[in-house]
Structure formats: structure tokens, C-alpha cells
Nanobody, 128 residues
Framework: QVQLVESGGGLVQAGGSLRLSCAAS??????????MGWFRQAPGKEREFVARVTWSGAGTYYADSVKGRFTISRDNAKNTVYLQMNSLKPEDTAVYYC???????????????????WGQGTQVTVSS
């Protein structure tokens, strides 16, 4: 059974940094065949796309709101995806979710509906 477990969230002051990790299990050696993404959901808002990384890790794509501040990466040998978050702002406060999809193309991989495997989320709070 596929399982994604996020960690690394917490409380940080504006301008600070956090590194989120997402440990994947149950992929049966096929983790590298999954496109992986990070999404976030603030209270009262819909879940939104943050970043995604392609199967080998060579290709990345970001939401405009985090471009230049966040970096997504993956280590297929460790079945882990990372989200390095720098220059954090109060508006980055949200629950952050890791997600995976076995789509063979990148079409739609900035949308929630493209992903069928989700973690439980980790809270990130940025104080002003």
C-alpha cells in the first residue's frame, strides 16, 4: 500500500526557512515512475498547487507565488521528496501536502485531481 508521510513543518518567523520532507513507501521499487508534487491548504481556502518534480528530478515547476523562494527536489534512492522553503512569508502559512501520480505525461500535474496518492499533511506557520 502506497504511503506518503510529510515532516519538517513548524513555526518560523517571516524571512526564515524550513525544509519539508516526504517519505514514500509501498511503491514496490517504482517510486521513480511517479511525478511528485507539493500542495498547500490555508484555513478557509482550497488546496493549491505549490511545486512538482518529474520522474528523474530533472524537471521542476512552481506556482508563481513561490517561484524563486521554494525548491522542490527528490532522491529516488531514498524514496523521498523535499521542499526547501526560503524567505517565508505569513501568507505561506498552511498545511502542506505531498502527493504522487503515475501519470505518464505532465499535463494537469498542477491540479489536485491529477494526484491519487496523498500524505496527511504538515503544518507550516509563518509569524510576522
Amino acid at each position: 500500500q502506497v504511503q506518503l508521510v510529510e515532516s519538517g513543518g513548524g513555526l518560523v518567523q517571516a524571512g526564515g526557512s524550513l525544509r519539508l520532507s516526504c517519505a514514500a513507501s509501498g511503491f514496490g521499487g517504482t517510486f521513480s515512475s511517479y511525478v511528485m508534487g507539493w500542495f498547500r491548504q490555508a484555513p478557509g481556502k482550497e488546496r493549491e498547487f505549490v511545486a512538482r518534480v518529474t520522474w528523474s528530478g530533472a524537471g521542476t515547476y512552481y506556482a508563481d507565488s513561490v517561484k524563486g523562494r521554494f525548491t522542490i527536489s527528490r532522491d529516488n534512492a531514498k524514496n523521498t521528496v523535499y521542499l526547501q522553503m526560503n524567505s517565508l512569508k505569513p501568507e505561506d502559512t498552511a498545511v502542506y501536502y505531498c502527493a504522487g501520480t503515475k501519470k505518464m505525461t505532465l499535463a494537469g500535474t498542477t491540479t489536485v485531481n491529477a494526484y491519487d496518492n496523498w500524505g496527511q499533511g504538515t503544518q507550516v506557520t509563518v509569524s510576522s
